[in-house]
């Protein structure tokens, strides 16, 4: 089965965290995106750019709206995610564990509907 | 064999392989309602024929293929209608190799196992848990485990349909956790059981103090997991404490369902079988090395109290000594009170109230009765009526256990009659 893990934080602590701080996460989720390609578990993954950049669209009785946000009123954001295959619940919640970002932010283990045929 | 003994051997038979059956079937067919269905209807053929056919020669086996039949079947007349699905025929079908056509009991205790370790998932919500653990390992009706709960059938059926869902949606597997998360995963089963006890230990609301059906379910699983985790520290500690509290359960309540409390409690009615199973199973989960269980624990304090031959005999030192083990393993406020009322019979009641003041000013467990109780207790042995009667009247207002209720009106009907009585002397 497939699972879409998506990774929130918090976006102004991430912010603050320092030069140093970050080049460290930056090279764990790289060895963490590495060792889930070499296991055959990663379908795809993504790092998100800040809440303040995103838009939200809505089509009400054939009008389309744009507008700002969604404001980053929450604790966490979706700060981005990965497409995963796993053959279970267990399989896909001890790769989210492993996400770099679960130890300060938390994972949620989303399955996914297979394709509609 | 006349007809009355037949159905008697056919019910005991039910009795004792449903758990096992269900939990194979879940395994062979991959899903709960599908395993379900194929027992009750495996039982029914049974109903059937054994009474004419004779019962055959390994029973669970018999019903396990009898089951899984039927299943396929159904799952080949679902084809009619459901054209995506021969995936899962062809998989029940691929299992039927793999089922054991004798009665193995490794395999079969894996399997009950696995059912374990799936109901208790930490996915689920803690009481989808307890619900799903009642009915598909314990067998318990929809009916009986809504009652426990004193909420309607058809919430709880919904509440298992929505579990049975979430097990099929997420993929939470039927299977025993890896080594690396195997103990962690013990710890949720071992909680799931004890919250079925102490729910019927001492149920939260309603009109009965002590849910009979509920204590000798939760005993039952404890034993179930002894025999299919041997010499587990934890599982071996908490059925030691599930049996030393429910040895004390016929004394615990009057003739006319009122709280008797453990001083008053008459020792001769403890059962006296469960007390020395409880007390051996205590004595092996401590003495296993590097694993200290904070059930063991409680089960060791228990101990202390049926051991001793009256209540005056009580070894207090110790029981405060082994509530400073557990509070380091477990500082929760329960325990914290607990802990207070022990050094009450060792260091009298001034130093207790001080340690449950402290509690309740660092907030969390005002709305907890018990707490209130306690202090009643401890002003008023300290001569404080007044706040006694406050303390009392603040518990009441608390619990929603019409036996809780009454005692506590009692203990403050009984200080007005200081209050009122002549002083004398």
Same mark, same amino acid.
């Given at each position: ?42 379908? *795809? ?52 564990? =492993? ?19 | ?13 039910? =009795?004792?392989? *449903? ?18 269905? +194929? %027992? %009750? ?31 396929? /079947? ?29 009665? /193995? ?38 009916? +009986? ?12 059926? %919904? ?58 379910? *939760? ?6 997991? /002894? ?56 004595? =092996? ?61 060792? /260091? ?18 005002? %709305? ?58």
């Amino acid at each position: 089965m497939n699972y879409l893990l998506l990774i929130y934080a918090n976006e102004a602590e991430m912010m603050r965290i320092g030069e140093t701080a970050l080049k460290k996460m930056t090279g764990e989720y790289m060895d963490f995106t590495k060792s889930i390609v070499q296991a055959g578990n990663f379908k *795809a993954g993504d790092r998100l750019k800040p809440v303040s950049s995103a838009s939200t669209v809505r089509v009400r009785n054939g009008k389309t709206t744009i507008t700002d946000g969604p404001f980053a009123e929450t604790r966490e954001q979706l700060g981005g995610y990965y497409l995963i295959e796993a053959k279970n619940l267990d399989e896909a919640t001890a790769i989210a564990a =492993r996400i770099p970002g679960a130890q300060t932010g938390s994972i949620e283990v989303r399955p996914v509907w297979p394709p509609m045929t | 064999m006349s007809g009355g003994t037949a159905a008697h051997v056919l019910e005991e038979i039910f =009795r004792r392989e *449903a758990g096992r059956v269900l939990a194979t079937l879940i395994r062979l067919l991959g899903d709960f309602d599908l395993a379900e269905e +194929a %027992q %009750q209807e495996a039982f029914a053929v049974a109903v059937e024929q054994w009474p004419s056919h004779g019962t055959p020669a390994n029973p669970r086996a018999w019903l396990i293929s009898t089951g899984r039949n039927k299943a396929i /079947d159904r799952i080949r007349r679902d084809i009619v209608f459901r054209t995506k699905i021969s995936g899962e025929i062809s998989a029940a079908e691929s299992n039927l190799d793999a089922a054991p056509d004798a009665a /193995d009991e490794e395999v079969f205790g894996d399997d009950r196992l696995r059912l374990i370790f799936t109901c208790c998932h930490p996915a689920l919500s803690e009481e989808a848990q307890i619900a799903l653990t009642l009915r598909e390992v314990c067998g318990l009706s929809t009916q +009986a485990v809504a009652r426990a709960f004193l909420i309607s059938e058809e919430t709880m059926a %919904q509440r298992l349909v929505r579990a049975k869902k979430k097990i099929r949606d997420a993929g939470i597997p039927y299977e025993t956790p890896e080594p690396s998360v195997l103990e962690q995963r013990i710890e949720g089963v071992l909680a799931v059981v004890y919250g079925v006890f102490t729910e019927g230990y001492a149920a939260t609301v309603g009109v009965r103090l002590i849910d009979v059906e509920l204590c000798e379910e *939760a005993i039952r699983l404890g034993r179930l997991l /002894d025999t299919l985790l041997p010499d587990h520290a934890g599982v071996m500690g908490l059925l030691a404490l599930m049996l030393l509290h429910d040895a004390r359960r016929e004394s615990r309540t009057s003739d006319t369902g009122d709280l008797v409390l453990l001083e008053n409690q008459d020792r001769s009615q403890w059962n006296r079988s469960e007390i020395s199973e409880g007390l051996l199973l205590v004595d =092996r989960s401590l003495s296993i090395r590097g694993q200290v269980s904070s059930y063991a624990v409680q089960a060791a304090i228990a101990a202390l109290h049926v051991r001793a031959q009256e209540s005056s005999s009580t070894d207090w030192p110790q029981i405060v000594g082994l509530y400073e083990v557990l509070l380091r393993l477990q500082p929760t406020p329960v325990i914290e009170l607990n802990h207070a009322v022990a050094v009450s019979m060792v /260091d009298g009641p001034g130093r207790a109230l001080d340690l449950i003041d402290s509690l309740a000013a660092r907030g969390r467990v005002t %709305q907890y009765h018990l707490l209130h109780a306690a202090r009643g207790r401890l002003l008023q042995k300290l001569g404080r009526i007044n706040e006694a009667r406050e303390a009392y009247s603040a518990a009441l207002s608390t619990t929603m256990l019409e036996p809780e209720q009454r005692f506590l009106a009692a203990r403050i009907a009984a200080i007005q009659g200081i209050c009122e009585a002549p002083v004398s002397g």
